[in-house]
């Protein structure tokens, strides 16, 4: 079996993600095309301490992957690909993400766009080394003794086909910087810039359109407005509203659709508004960022996981470290949280895998109630499968989604969708 394992990795690292231009109409990927992890799995598996679990693992790594919801595209795949962009998409469907992502924000003309945040040009894209840097709302600052560098660049600063315009980079900026072009090298250094040359920025309804093709659920995230409300007679359930007619008017069943905001009255406007694309909105849960919250205590959490169910919310989605927690041995266990949202009644999705870099100091934030059994990367899998077999969540985003389709295929049951 050890030879087998080795063989495949070999062969895979041999392997490249051929990813076809923007203009070609081949760039799509069939339903049935052989999915591609590369080596990333195997390596992280191969890290892992002497387990029954790495056993199970090593056993799989020669057979055939298929995409699987259970492997969602976290912005696509922003591990090594500008995040939001038609690359980052593609070469999450390569790796079997059969769910991706679409931060959506707004233009200055009201129109739908793929972004993480609505203030982020300045991190994720060109803008600066453009004309439409006039048009940010803060202008390049460059550091002093006294204050970092500083920009702020908002889609709402600049019209759709300015946008359009734009070239993604990796996010990431240089506070240090004392001009634009230190300042956007700020990829963080377990990242890579290798293919951050020109990464296409997508319209919401562009990525409806290519997640058509490309066969994958899709699960929007409606961001928070970095701008007053109503927006140029745009109110916040006009922009609710606007982001589910798109669905419609591309004819994308609800089915396929998992509609998600920070905010719950987001979740509670398409309940009562929107009931057939609603009944699979996802609350993601904030609430960690209330002074008093504490995952290991229930009568810290307002609402409650009984008083969430019943506003009609079915499906919660925090942080990993909210659904995690370590017994007396320092194992790692479900979280009272966790148990909590199971016992409402609650589905769980859980973010975001491969957002921390290596594991080896302790995992960084998504990790920070199990830091003292993190110790290195393939303490990852070990997670992925207390989230998956203990917790029962059904998904799990993840900035590399070739992990999280290796776990599916290698433990879960055959993905149905």
């Known amino acids: 079996m050890r030879v087998a394992f080795i063989t495949t990795l070999f062969a895979l690292l041999a392997l490249a993600y051929v990813l076809p231009s923007a203009n070609a109409s081949s760039a799509v990927i069939a ?17 892992m301490a002497p387990s029954a679990l790495k056993d199970k693992l090593l056993a799989c790594g020669d057979k055939e992957f298929k995409a699987h919801a259970f492997s969602i595209g976290h912005r696509g795949a922003p591990l090594q690909f500008p995040e939001h962009t038609r690359e980052s998409y593609l070469a999450a469907a390569r790796m079997g993400a059969g769910t991706l992502e679409c931060d959506v924000t707004f233009t200055a003309d009201k129109e739908l766009v793929c972004r993480h945040s609505q ?25 002093s ?36 072009e230190d300042y956007l090298r700020g990829t963080a250094d377990w990242r890579t810039d290798l293919y951050a040359i020109q990464g296409t920025l997508m ?23 970095k701008v007053k409300m109503p927006f140029k007679g745009m109110s916040q359930g006009d922009y609710a509203a606007k982001m589910i007619e798109e669905y419609r008017q591309a004819q994308v069943p609800p089915s396929l659709v998992w509609p998600q905001s920070f905010n ?8 009562n508004h929107h009931p057939d694309f609603a009944s699979q909105a996802v609350y993601l849960d904030g609430r960690e960022n209330g002074v008093h919250f504490d995952h290991r205590k229930p009568h810290s959490w307002s609402p409650n996981m009984k008083e969430l169910a019943n506003q009609g919310i079915e499906m919660i989605a925090p942080p990993i470290w909210m659904l995690l927690d370590l017994d ?18 609650l589905k769980i999705i859980a973010w975001s895998l491969e957002r921390s870099g290596p594991l080896e100091g302790g995992g960084g934030w998504y990790y920070q109630s199990i830091t003292e059994a993190v110790n290195n990367d393939g303490v990852l899998m070990q997670v992925l499968d207390v989230l998956a077999q203990e917790v029962g ?25």
């Open 31 to 47: 339903a049935d095309t052989h999915i591609q992890l590369g080596p990333r799995p195997y390596a992280l598996v191969d890290a």
């Open 119 to 143: 203030c982020d040009l300045h991190t994720t894209t060109n803008i600066l080394q453009t004309e439409l840097a006039a048009k940010c709302s803060e202008p390049f600052t460059p550091a």
């Open 145 to 180: 003794t006294l204050k970092p560098a500083s920009a702020k660049c908002c889609t709402s600063d600049i019209t759709l086909a300015e946008f359009k315009t734009l070239k993604g980079k990796m996010d990431g900026a240089n506070e240090h910087a004392t001009n634009v």
């Open 203 to 225: 319209t919401h309804r562009e990525s409806i359109a290519l997640f058509k093709e490309l066969g994958v659920q899709m699960t929007p995230e409606l961001k928070a407005p």
């Open 264 to 271: 719950r009255d987001d979740v509670i406007y398409w309940l």
């Open 328 to 345: 007396t041995d320092n194992n790692i266990v479900p979280s009272a949280y966790a148990k909590a949202a199971k016992n409402a009644g």
């Open 393 to 417: 969540v059904s998904a799990v985003f993840s900035d590399w989604p070739a992990t999280t389709t290796y776990y599916a295929n290698c433990l879960l049951a055959a993905d149905e969708n």
